[in-house]
Every structure is written in C-alpha cells, then in structure tokens.
C-alpha cells in the first residue's frame, strides 16, 4: 500500500502546472522532442510501447516539417513587409517632388 501512495505522489509531483489546463490556457506548442520524450504508463494489458513510440516519432516528424515550414513563411512575410515599405517610401518620394 505504501508503495502504491509513493509512486502515486511523485507521479503527481512530476506533472506540470501547465498540464492540466484547460485548451490553450498557458500552454507553449509542443516540440518535437517534447513528443519523442514523452513517457505512458504501460499496463498488464495496455498498448504496445513500440508502435506508441514509432507512432510519437511520426508525429515529431510531421511536427518539425510544420514548424520549420511556419518558421520560412514569417520569414517571407518580414521580407515583403520590408519591400512593400520600401516601395511605398520611394513611391511616396516621387510625388512629393513632382
């Protein structure tokens, strides 16, 4: 029984804060090492440990192809802000003189 409240305890003390809050309450985005890492509670006749981590690796992949692809699109939105400003600059400096 002992054992039992121990390992119920320190399962408690290892979550996080931002774990049990409601939808997109404090939460960052997850990385994908956050996936590889995660760890489930294997039971007497629970899922199979090795098709649930090929099934997080997956899911990493697909995560880091998404975040790498977000990451060139915020890119490519600062450079055409910064052109459009220049343009509108050099527009605007052309019908002032006129």
């Not at 939808?23 to 098709?51: A, K, S, T």
Request: aromatic residues 6%; proline residues 5%.
């Amino acid at each position: 029984m002992r054992n039992l409240i121990r390992r119920l305890a320190s399962r408690h003390d290892q979550r996080r804060p931002t774990e049990n809050a409601g939808p997109l309450q404090g939460r960052l985005p997850l990385r994908p090492w956050q996936i590889r890492d995660r760890c489930f509670n294997v039971r007497r006749h629970g899922l199979d440990p090795v098709e649930i981590r090929a099934f997080l690796h997956r899911v990493a992949d697909e995560l880091t192809v998404a975040q790498t692809a977000l990451v060139a699109v915020q890119e490519e939105n600062v450079r055409i802000k910064n052109a459009l400003r220049a343009w509108q600059s050099a527009q605007s400096a052309n019908h002032r003189y006129r």
